[in-house]
């Protein structure tokens, strides 16, 4: 029920830490990507690990928008 009730503040963390972490022409690796997911983390730890599939690869999709929501960028990881 913690994650649920949290589901707000969860979300503005991690558009804050996107916002203040992708730059505009930034490669975004994947240590810019372990430091947004941190966000959520720091609410409910086993989230992150509850969302891995076996054997421990987490399927991910990161869309990178603009300031008016259009789609700059899609970034994929193990989504078979």
Not at 40 to 64: K, N, W
Request: proline residues 5%; hydrophobic residues 35%.
């Amino acid at each position: 029920m913690g994650t649920t009730n949290n589901y707000a503040p969860m979300s503005i963390s991690i558009k804050k830490a996107a916002q203040s972490l992708i730059k505009e022409g930034q490669v975004v690796s994947g240590g810019i990507l372990n430091r947004v997911e941190m966000a959520f983390r720091s609410y409910d730890p086993c989230l992150g690990c509850a969302t891995h599939t076996l054997p421990g690869q987490m399927p991910l999709e990161v869309r990178i928008r603009d300031t008016q929501g259009n789609i700059l960028e899609v970034l994929q990881q193990n989504l078979d």
